[in-house]
Antibody, heavy 121, light 107 residues
Framework: QVQLVQSGAEVKKPGASVKVSCKAS????????MHWVRQAPGQGLEWMGWINPNNGGTNFAQKFQGRVTMTSDTSISTAYMELSRLTSDDTAVYYC??????????????WGQGTLVTVSS | DIQMTQSPSAMSASVGDRVTITCRAS??????LAWFQQKPGKVPKRLIY???SLQSGVPSRFIGSGFGTEFTLTISSLQPEDFATYYCLQHNSYPLTFGGGTKVEIK
């Protein structure tokens, strides 16, 4: 069965960076792009960007340009999202979710369990 | 960027009620729209994709419709387990954008 398992909760100080992992299983990792979505406490869902594990190609929301890095390691079917220069506004639950490569309508059918990142001094 | 305007932002309804949630896109997105349900502390769950296709395993009381700029999610007969927040998502173009959410509460 398809599973996306994320790394555990993090507490970071303002200005620091955080790296969240998302390990995929149950499907061909390179057949799907991995997207990242975050949700601040009590707020809605916000799309951050995606990575194509096949070629490392990425696309980020402008809001995160220059501050986010997305990578993947196909040997262990794991995607990573690193966010730098954290502020309290980055306190949120971060989700990974898969999207079938090549376009179409098959997106976000499976999500990771979420990783709470708390930014506090 | 395509803006997704979702309404209402919150509503109260009773078990058995017919509930309709609307999403309006700021430009045409054909049928590149999905609907998600999220319960407190839980991961979003896809209900509808391609505007009107029901996700496998989702009850048939969830009905999606629309094309272009106007979309609706209808719950034909609200059940106790349906009290949650619902989000639309457009994926016609990047950046992907979600609606602001509709919280469906018990009347």
């Amino acid at each position: 069965q398809v599973q996306l398992v994320q790394s555990g909760a993090e507490v970071k100080k303002p200005g620091a960076s955080v790296k969240v992992s998302c390990k995929a299983s149950g499907y061909t990792f390179t057949a799907y792009n991995m997207h990242w979505v975050r949700q601040a406490p009590g707020q809605g869902l916000e799309w951050m960007g995606w990575i194509n594990p096949n070629n490392g190609g990425t696309n980020f929301a402008q809001k995160f340009q220059g501050r986010v890095t997305m990578t993947s390691d196909t040997s262990i079917s794991t995607a990573y999202m690193e966010l730098s220069r954290l502020t309290s506004d980055d306190t949120a639950v971060y989700y990974c979710a898969r999207v079938q490569a090549g376009g179409g309508y098959n997106l976000f059918d499976y999500w990771g369990q979420g990783t709470l990142v708390t930014v506090s001094s | 960027d395509i803006q997704m305007t979702q309404s209402p932002s919150a509503m109260s309804a009773s078990v058995g009620d017919r509930v309709t949630i609307t999403c309006r896109a700021s430009q045409g997105i054909t049928k590149y729209l999905a609907w998600f349900q999220q319960k407190p502390g839980k991961v979003p769950k896809r209900l509808i994709y391609a505007a009107s296709s029901l996700q496998s395993g989702v009850p048939s009381r969830f009905i999606g419709s629309g094309f272009g700029t106007e979309f609706t999610l209808t719950i034909s007969s609200l059940q106790p387990e349906d009290f949650a927040t619902y989000y639309c998502l457009q994926h016609n173009s990047y950046p992907l954008t979600f609606g602001g959410g509709t919280k469906v509460e018990i009347k």
